[in-house]
């Protein structure tokens, strides 16, 4: 097919007539900028108006397309494309692409011998996404066999088997709801250890103590995001504690190209009206929050860090590295995630505390699992970590025991979900 995904930095490709973007992060518009003249460029809303704010990429260039519609594309031999949220960044989109093969584009010394016959081919191209069961009930695609997926692998490894995204932002909110109010009993006590036997604070003076400090607001929740990504845990707290969101002034330009009303009605250009503020995730440090609380100190008494990153989870020792597919659907299913669950880093004070939160933005290895045994395909295709023969060989393995393992459930078979967003 003439089309190309997130390939800015080869240019012009020989033979490609539309060139699509998943989302606006560096990695994958990588050399796309306001000298662009290779072709029109398809993307989401959201993206067209962060390309053209960010990058300064002439308008003229720039077709955002509507989501969930099939959209034939003009000048591809008929291809059409359907736009899917990825649950990735604001903006970012799943291409689900049907069509035939009219034409070998590129440079590669491959020739397809489907060109000019009349089989319909798709093709899911997921760039950044997180895998939920929403992906596979769209009405798009649920009961189509899929020919190629190009699969997000950026946790392809049973290592990276962290809590379902809503739980941990559920999570996020409910910890700032309860610091805000002064709740010194954030952590129930377990039975069996000595703070089940100690009481040092009486109900009476716990009330007194929330209704004191909830009048106050003297608690300022700084939240690390990247340019465009993490948003979903701002929004949440912000609601949680009715506060306006603050941030300098690049990153509210960068926030108002999203499209998204909710949140640009939460912010404001006072840093001292909002009990929330962003900064960049790298900035969500003791020190770097010292700073930076430096200039607020006569209004907010207390700063809270919150550090959202896949990076962040780690397994339980001694987890078995090597699971059958029924062990990792299971096991991961069991798990739950609350405000109790996330704990202060090291070195955090009663002034000024971290939290590392165990969230990303791409799919789990548990999800990429259920994922891929929800629906039929033909061939999976890595897109991170391919770099070496290692990686594409450790990968390889759990895509074959994926194909194993659907084919003895049956093509019908599909993952049973907690919930409508996480498996």
């Not at 959202?308 to 299913?333: C, E, K, L, M, N």
Request: with cysteine.
């Amino acid at each position: 097919m003439p089309i190309a995904v997130d390939a800015f930095k080869y240019g012009t490709i020989p033979s490609v007539t539309a060139y699509f973007l998943t989302h606006a992060h560096s990695d994958h518009y990588t050399a796309l900028s306001n000298t662009w003249n290779s072709g029109p460029i398809y993307c989401s809303e959201g993206t067209a108006n962060l390309i053209k704010h960010m990058l300064r990429v002439h308008p003229s260039w720039v077709h955002p397309l509507p989501m969930n519609v099939p959209t034939e594309i003009p000048n591809t031999g008929g291809v059409r494309v359907t736009l899917i949220e990825a649950n990735h960044c604001p903006g970012s989109c799943l291409f689900f692409f049907e069509g035939k093969q009219t034409v070998d584009a590129g440079d590669s010394t491959f020739k397809s011998p489907y060109v000019g016959t009349t089989r319909t081919f798709r093709f899911l191209h997921c760039g950044d996404f997180r895998a939920s069961p929403a992906h596979i009930e769209h009405p798009e695609v649920k009961g189509k066999r899929i020919d190629h997926v190009y699969l997000d692998t950026t946790y392809l490894d049973p290592k990276y088997t962290f809590p379902p995204q809503p739980l941990v932002i559920s999570a996020c909110a409910e910890l700032a709801k309860r610091i805000q109010h002064g709740d010194s009993l954030l952590y129930p006590a377990q039975p069996g250890t000595m703070s089940a036997w100690v009481t040092t604070t009486s109900n009476a003076d716990v009330k007194g103590k929330q209704k004191d400090t909830a009048k106050a607001n003297n608690v300022l929740m700084i939240v690390g995001t990247y340019s465009i990504g993490k948003e979903r845990i701002v929004k949440a707290i912000a609601r949680a504690l009715q506060s306006k969101i603050y941030c300098d002034s690049r990153k509210t330009a960068i926030l108002r190209c999203q499209a998204d009303p909710e949140l640009e009605s939460l912010l404001t250009k006072n840093p001292l009206d909002a009990q929330v503020h962003i900064v960049p995730l790298g900035h969500v440090n003791l020190d770097k929050l010292k700073e930076y609380s430096e200039k607020y100190k006569n209004h907010f008494k207390k700063v809270v860090g919150f550090r959202p990153t896949g990076w962040t989870y780690v397994q339980p020792a001694g987890t078995d590295q090597v699971p059958s597919i029924p062990t990792i659907i299971s096991r991961a299913q069991r798990n739950t995630f609350t405000y109790t669950d996330l704990r202060q880093g090291r070195g955090s004070s009663s002034t000024l505390q971290v939290y590392p939160v165990p969230y990303s933005e791409h799919s789990s290895f548990f999800e990429l699992t259920c994922f891929a045994m929800s629906f039929e395909w033909g061939k999976m295709i890595a897109t991170v970590n391919v770099g070496s023969e290692a990686s594409r060989g450790k990968m390889a393995k759990w895509v074959e025991r994926w194909e194993k393992e659907r084919k003895k459930q049956g093509k019908n078979y599909i993952v049973p979900s907690r919930k409508d967003d996480y498996w």
